[in-house]
């Protein structure tokens, strides 16, 4: 399974942009897919996630901002992201595991794209 992650950009401080992340070598519908972004000297952080069966779930920090979604027919997982603050600023990845997923842990997640970058100036 590789994933390629794309849309990432510059832009100011209530802005909006729209990831994308294609799945090659499977079938998306078959995982639990996450976002997570890492800001330099930081932790990597779950930002939102969706089951296999459907069920989503958002961080704190981002919900009401953030939408995740996945196309099953294009086999991609897409994250639109609006209000976008300078504390969005980060590297964003997304991840994916075969089973239901039920955590932001990183290490519960098996494969990871090479992550792009977004930058909200104020």
């Known amino acids: 399974v590789q994933l390629v992650e794309s849309g990432g950009d510059s832009v100011q401080a209530g802005g909006s942009l729209r990831l994308s992340c294609g799945l090659s070598?499977?079938?998306?519908?078959?995982?639990?897919m996450g976002w997570f972004r890492q800001a330099p000297g930081k932790e990597r952080e779950g930002v939102a996630r969706i089951r296999r069966d459907g069920v989503i779930t958002y961080a704190d920090a981002v919900t009401g901002r953030f939408t995740i979604s996945k196309d099953n027919a294009k086999n991609t997982l897409e994250l639109q992201m609006s209000s976008l603050k300078p504390e969005d600023t980060a590297m964003y990845f997304c991840?994916?595991?075969?089973?239901?997923?039920?955590?932001?842990?990183?290490?519960?997640?098996?494969?990871w794209g090479q992550g792009t970058q977004v930058t909200v100036s104020s």
């Open positions: 991840a994916a595991n075969s089973g239901l997923v039920y955590t932001f842990r990183p290490e519960f997640y098996t494969y």
């Open positions: 070598g499977s079938t998306i519908s078959r995982y639990s």
